[in-house]
Nanobody, 121 residues
Framework: QVRLVESGGGLVQAGGSLRLSCAAS????????MGWDRQAPGKQRELVAE???????NYADSVKGRFTISRDNAENTVYLQMNSLKPEDTALYYC???????????????WGQGTQVTVSS
């Protein structure tokens, strides 16, 4: 079973930066893609960015050019560098990982508990 633990959220002024981290732990699986979603109050959860095990990235249009996703495969950790933050980036940010069970080859998904990012104007 996988455990994902996020860190790095907080309060920042508009135009500032934050770096989120998410470390995956556990055994019996391989990690495929990792990514970040977010959910603002009263809104649906949305994809922010994702990265495959080979480093291919995908971003929401709203964060392109401002956010950068990266990962350390050796440490099973994914990062989200967020620059030029805007008040509309305020949300609970969730780390996620697509996994494959080593024994059964079953696809699985893991989610973190979320870390709050608040951007003041």
């Amino acid at each position: 079973q996988v455990r994902l633990v996020e860190s790095g959220g907080g309060l920042v002024q508009a135009g500032g930066s934050l770096r989120l981290s998410c470390a995956a732990s556990g055994s019996g699986f391989t990690i495929n893609s990792m990514g970040w979603d977010r959910q603002a109050p009263g809104k649906q959860r949305e994809l922010v960015a994702e990265i495959t095990s080979s480093g291919t990235t995908n971003y929401a249009d709203s964060v392109k050019g401002r956010f950068t996703i990266s990962r350390d495969n050796a440490e099973n950790t994914v990062y989200l560098q967020m620059n030029s933050l805007k008040p509309e980036d305020t949300a609970l940010y969730y780390c996620n990982a697509d996994l494959t069970d080593i024994i059964s080859a079953q696809a699985m998904e893991g989610w973190g508990q979320g870390t709050q990012v608040t951007v003041s104007s």
